[in-house]
T-cell receptor
Framework: SAVISQKPSRDICQRGTSLTIQCQVDSQVTMMFWYRQQPGQSLTLIATANQGSEATYESGFVIDKFPISRPNLTFSTLTVSNMSPEDSSIYLC??????????FGEGSRLTVL | GQQVMQIPQYQHVQEGEDFTTYCNSSTTLSNIQWYKQRPGGHPVFLIQLVKSGEVKKQKRLTFQFGEAKKNSSLHITATQTTDVGTYFCAGSRFTNAGKSTFGDGTTLTVKP
């Protein structure tokens, strides 16, 4: 298993601003994943954060909107840039310490006004 | 792209009744995982299925992976109020789960 800490747990932001979400894991992992869960919806993978290389983005998500940092094997950040109300979601950090098992942080609930 | 469909979307049961949710993939999967998300919480890993026709049990929960590795089910026997939440399946074409496609989830409510 893995213990994942996310900050902030929730925030209310103004349209046009940016917010950076932090994810800290209690063990070293090769890949960290960032998911979005819109209200009442399922989970959608935004990108995979790789240590030492550029993040890999899924279709529909771009680096300019969701820049990601991965400075070491236990930490990553996701920035939601130039926010609009449509970005109101829960953003979840996830790791796979054992093959086939995803562990999630508690999520960062973002509301954009 | 890969699609994972899950039914039903909602299920309301009386405590003690059984519950089943079904998951179907548009493509053959390498593995499928199941997660539970309590209201206001985050998804919690329940189990991974890898082999064709595999059946795994966790107390009152029974998980099945279809022979063609394109469908799966989760069955809960004699539901309890602690079973409430949304159950998601997630299918991956790869060994790793990180790029899994999640189903839309089945939200279970249990009336005491």
């Amino acid at each position: 298993s893995a213990v994942i800490s996310q900050k902030p747990s929730r925030d209310i932001c103004q349209r046009g601003t940016s917010l950076t979400i932090q994810c800290q894991v209690d063990s070293q992992v090769t890949m960290m994943f960032w998911y979005r869960q819109q209200p009442g919806q399922s989970l959608t993978l935004i990108a995979t954060a790789n240590q030492g290389s550029e993040a890999t983005y899924e279709s529909g998500f771009v680096i300019d909107k969701f820049p990601i940092s991965r400075p070491n094997l236990t930490f990553s950040t996701l920035t939601v840039s130039n926010m609009s109300p449509e970005d109101s979601s829960i953003y979840l950090c996830s790791v796979e310490p054992n093959t086939g098992e995803l562990f999630f942080g508690e999520g960062s609930r973002l509301t954009v006004l | 792209g890969q699609q994972v469909m899950q039914i039903p979307q909602y299920q309301h049961v009386q405590e003690g009744e059984d519950f089943t949710t079904y998951c179907n993939s548009s493509t053959t999967l390498s593995n499928i995982q199941w997660y539970k998300q309590r209201p206001g919480g985050h998804p919690v890993f329940l189990i991974q299925l890898v082999k064709s026709g595999e059946v795994k049990k966790q107390k009152r929960l029974t998980f099945q992976f279809g022979e063609a590795k394109k469908n799966s089910s989760l069955h809960i026997t004699a539901t309890q109020t602690t079973d409430v939440g949304t159950y998601f399946c997630a299918g991956s074409r790869f060994t790793n789960a990180g790029k899994s496609t999640f189903g839309d989830g089945t939200t279970l409510t249990v009336k005491p």
